[in-house]
């Protein structure tokens, strides 16, 4: 008697490739991993509006608030940054939405951000694709998504930095001899496609924000103290030093017509001596001066981190 087998819907694997890493590259990288992990402030960032440009999910009747292909492209890559513990991450999907809440729940206010994220879903699409024998068929159903998503200073309204991303999923049904799986359309691979994508451009998006100086600012200074914004859930600790600056003239370029600030003037050096408050918004430092002066009016001032001691 002939027996027959048969399997179930497998997701197909991700393929990757190892390409062989010379001597020198080597040696580079087994020096860097043996070096002190450089000290990292945490920078704040948000991520905005995060819209749908394809044609997917168009003709669904959805609450002007929210687009499912965008709010899962946004979620996905709050997780992700969220994830890699050198942020600070907050949601402004809807500036306005959030200020109505905080108007009913009785006050309320949004955190200042250095960077704010602002993201599309250019592409997504998904196929079919099947085959038939005599006594045998195979299914296989494919997602595809891009993304493209673009980083805004918050003190300018410019965008410095654009990045695509692109992302596959896939799985495959087989049946023999009426035995099998006859799989309908599996909705995880929606995820799993915009998952890859935003993690395509992940690595980079993270290199441009890190690259970004890391930088606070004055609250007060009250009997010889020096208060900035910032605590241990941005990387500070007790010892650390910092770098008070007075912001440089702004000038318009002749070339672009933009405004450009003229580099700033060291004005005072700061030790962190205690922390204080209980959340992102609270939170701030106490600082001695070990250095300089700080005057009176501390409106054109900002904080640095201090490059010789990091």
């Known amino acids: 008697m002939a027996l027959y087998s048969a399997c179930a819907t497998r997701t197909l694997p991700k393929e990757s490739k190892r390409m062989p890493v010379s001597e020198a590259r080597a040696r580079t990288a087994q020096t860097q991993a043996t070096r002190p992990e450089r000290k990292v402030y945490k920078r704040k960032i948000a991520i905005g509006r995060f819209s749908n440009e394809s044609r997917y999910g168009r003709g669904i009747l959805v609450d002007s608030h929210l687009d499912p292909l965008g709010k899962q492209a946004s979620d996905v890559l709050s997780s992700q940054l969220t994830r890699t513990q050198r942020f600070l991450v907050f949601e402004r999907p809807d500036v306005t939405r959030i200020q109505e809440e905080q108007e009913r729940a009785g006050g309320g206010s949004l955190v200042g951000v250095d960077t704010l994220i602002l993201g599309s879903v250019t592409e997504f699409g998904r196929a079919t694709e099947g085959k038939k024998g005599f006594m045998s068929s195979t299914k296989l159903q494919r997602v595809r998504a891009a993304v493209t ?25 087989r049946e023999v001899a009426g035995y099998g799986s006859r799989a309908a359309y599996d909705s995880t691979l929606n995820e799993q496609a915009i998952t890859a994508a935003v993690s395509d451009v992940l690595d980079d998006l993270v290199s441009k924000l890190n690259a970004r100086p890391w930088r606070t600012f004055i609250l007060a200074q009250e009997e010889g103290q020096v208060f900035v914004s910032g605590g241990s859930r941005q990387g500070l600790s007790v010892g650390d030093h910092l770098v008070v600056m007075r912001r440089g003239r702004s000038v318009t370029s002749g070339q672009t017509g933009l405004p450009i600030e003229l580099p700033g ?46």
């Open 149 to 173: 998503l673009r980083l805004v200073d918050v003190a300018t309204g410019r965008v410095f930095h654009a990045a695509d991303g692109v992302g596959e999923s896939a799985v495959e049904s």
């Open 265 to 310: 003037k060291e004005v005072a050096r700061l030790e962190v001596v205690s922390q204080f408050g209980e959340d992102e918004v609270s939170e701030g430092s106490a600082c001695r001066v070990v250095t300089g002066s700080i005057p009176g009016e501390v409106g054109d001032l900002f904080v640095v981190e201090d490059a010789e001691s990091s």
